[in-house]
């Protein structure tokens, strides 16, 4: 089976993959004009092949799948990429008749309506792409009957209802993609019987309910991005188990408790983001075990306590945000040896004692705010070494002395330091 241009249409035809002995790659371009899939007798037996009338036409304005009898025509497709065109109209239930296809690619146009029950027909299923259409109502439940599938995005489309729970099912899933939807209902339980999960994404939908404890069952996830729900409850101990997490983003949601001290088994993390919850508590002093942290943004929760000396272990971090807390106690000492640190915010907590003078040897840092602390003494003059720094806000502490000579070594500085009402 090859794919063809139109005749009437200007172009070299478009390629065509052999799969298996049987299958093909049918591909429709952005922008493309009409094609048709028909059957290439060469270089099999054309008995075998004389049958075959499958046809996949896009007439601008729809896609009609046509009828395909797999016992009559051993052949059929084997990948079928539709995407970045401008497709209308409904899936039709009869794509659940392709039964031989391995990858469905139809992102980027404007489909609407559900997606079909008969989708889980599609059992040798191993890639499902339909993101960025119009579709409304429900996940299948007959999705979970794909269980050789090993990526599924239906991020931006307008998803509704509850994640099914036989989503479980699918054992080979890596990753999965259900952002900026409107998917509502809990994290159903069955997400932990997805061992083989590497990458999830459900942010920016409706969801709402606690993180179930079985996440710490999927132990091979690198990204976890629930950010934008309505998720309640602490975070469960078992997250710390998840010991190839990469990057963790559960900010805009409604957690309470205390961090877990299990978050510093989180060794493999490079971004942690939990702002603007309620969380209550001391930052758990085993962050500093997380030395291959580059981000932290803990901000707007009502975190207490004093920021650990274990914070000083984090070579690797280039930012830190601890905003809009109730943070007390004095700046560590050890934030001087945080030397590839170059944006660093405090402000709005209750942080007392002096500036350390350790200060001055992060000398990457181009971004200080402490503005609206607790903060005496005077402003060291070590001060003078952060060269890079394009922005410093101390205002609204309780500094005392003059302002050091040092400070004029600040060539980077935007034209506004501010230092007023200190």
Same mark, same amino acid.
């Given at each position: 089976?090859?794919?063809?241009?139109?005749?009437?249409?200007? @172009?070299?035809?478009?390629?065509?993959?052999?799969?298996?002995? &049987?299958?093909?790659?049918?591909?429709?371009?952005?922008?493309?004009?009409?094609?048709?899939?028909?059957?290439?007798?060469?270089?099999? /037996?054309?008995?075998?092949?004389?049958?075959?009338?499958?046809?996949?036409?896009? /007439?601008?304005?729809?896609?009609?799948?046509?009828?395909?009898?797999?016992?009559?025509?051993?052949?059929?497709?084997?990948?079928?990429?539709?995407?970045?065109?401008?497709?209308?109209?409904?899936?039709?239930?009869?794509?659940?008749?392709?039964?031989?296809?391995?990858?469905?690619?139809?992102?980027?146009?404007?489909?609407?309506? +559900?997606?079909?029950?008969?989708?889980?027909?599609?059992?040798? !299923?191993?890639?499902?792409? *339909?993101?960025?259409?119009?579709?409304? $109502?429900?996940?299948?439940?007959?999705?979970?009957?794909? %269980?050789?599938?090993?990526?599924?995005?239906?991020?931006?489309? $307008?998803?509704?209802?509850?994640?099914?729970?036989?989503?479980?099912?699918?054992?080979?899933?890596?990753?999965?993609?259900?952002?900026?939807?409107?998917?509502?209902?809990?994290?159903?339980?069955?997400?932990?019987?997805?061992?083989?999960?590497?990458? #999830? /994404?459900?942010?920016?939908?409706?969801?709402?309910?606690?993180?179930?404890?079985?996440?710490?069952?999927?132990?091979? =996830?690198?990204?976890?991005?629930?950010?934008?729900?309505?998720?309640?409850?602490? *975070?469960?101990?078992?997250?710390?188990?998840? %010991?190839?997490?990469?990057?963790?983003?559960?900010?805009?949601?409604?957690?309470?408790?205390?961090?877990?001290?299990?978050?510093?088994?989180?060794?493999?993390?490079?971004?942690?983001?939990?702002?603007? &919850?309620?969380?209550?508590?001391?930052?758990?002093?085993?962050? $500093?075990?997380?030395?291959?942290?580059?981000?932290?943004? =803990?901000?707007?929760?009502?975190?207490? $306590?004093?920021? +650990?000396?274990?914070? @000083?272990?984090?070579?690797?971090?280039?930012?830190? /945000?601890?905003?809009?807390?109730?943070?007390?106690?004095?700046?560590?000492?050890?934030?001087?040896?945080?030397?590839?640190?170059?944006?660093?915010?405090?402000? &709005? &907590?209750?942080?007392?004692?002096? !500036?350390?003078?350790?200060?001055?040897?992060?000398?990457?840092?181009?971004? =200080?705010?402490?503005?609206?602390? %607790? *903060?005496? @003494? +005077?402003?060291?003059?070590?001060?003078?070494?952060?060269?890079?720094?394009?922005?410093?806000?101390?205002?609204?502490?309780?500094?005392?002395?003059?302002?050091?000579?040092?400070?004029?070594?600040?060539?980077?500085?935007?034209?506004?330091?501010?230092? #007023?009402?200190?």
């Amino acid at each position: 089976m090859v794919v063809h241009r139109s005749p009437n249409s200007p @172009g070299a035809p478009l390629p065509s993959q052999q799969m298996c002995g &049987n299958c093909v790659v049918a591909r429709l371009y952005q922008n493309s004009p009409l094609f048709r899939v028909s059957p290439e007798v060469a270089p099999f /037996d054309s008995a075998a092949a004389g049958h075959c009338d499958q046809e996949s036409i896009w /007439d601008h304005t729809k896609l009609l799948f046509m009828s395909h009898n797999p016992s009559e025509c051993p052949l059929g497709v084997g990948e079928l990429h539709l995407s970045s065109n401008q497709l209308v109209g409904s899936l039709p239930q009869s794509i659940g008749q392709l039964k031989s296809l391995l990858s469905l690619h139809i992102s980027i146009n404007k489909l609407i309506g +559900p997606i079909p029950t008969t989708i889980g027909n599609m059992t040798k !299923l191993e890639y499902l792409y *339909l993101s960025s259409n119009q579709l409304v $109502g429900s996940i299948p439940q007959s999705i979970g009957q794909l %269980k050789f599938l090993v990526s599924l995005d239906l991020s931006y489309t $307008g998803r509704t209802g509850p994640i099914p729970i036989t989503i479980g099912n699918m054992s080979s899933l890596s990753q999965l993609h259900l952002q900026n939807n409107q998917i509502n209902g809990s994290l159903p339980e069955e997400l932990g019987q997805m061992i083989q999960l590497q990458d #999830l /994404d459900l942010s920016h939908n409706k969801l709402i309910g606690p993180i179930p404890a079985t996440i710490g069952n999927m132990t091979k =996830l690198e990204y976890l991005e629930l950010t934008s729900n309505q998720l309640v409850g602490s *975070l469960p101990q078992l997250i710390g188990q998840l %010991k190839y997490l990469c990057s963790l983003d559960l900010s805009f949601n409604q957690l309470v408790g205390s961090p877990p001290q299990s978050i510093g088994q989180l060794k493999s993390l490079f971004s942690l983001h939990i702002s603007i &919850n309620k969380l209550i508590g001391p930052i758990p002093t085993t962050i $500093g075990n997380m030395t291959k942290l580059e981000e932290i943004v =803990l901000s707007s929760n009502q975190l207490v $306590g004093s920021l +650990p000396q274990s914070i @000083g272990q984090l070579y690797s971090l280039r930012s830190l /945000d601890l905003s809009f807390n109730y943070l007390i106690g004095p700046i560590p000492t050890t934030i001087g040896t945080m030397l590839n640190l170059f944006q660093l915010h405090l402000q &709005n &907590n209750q942080i007392n004692g002096s !500036l350390p003078k350790e200060l001055g040897q992060m000398i990457q840092l181009q971004d =200080l705010d402490l503005f609206h602390n %607790k *903060l005496v @003494g +005077p402003i060291p003059a070590t001060i003078g070494n952060m060269t890079n720094l394009e922005y410093l806000n101390l205002s609204s502490n309780q500094l005392v002395g003059s302002l050091p000579q040092s400070i004029g070594q600040l060539k980077s500085l935007f034209p506004f330091i501010y230092l #007023l009402t200190s």
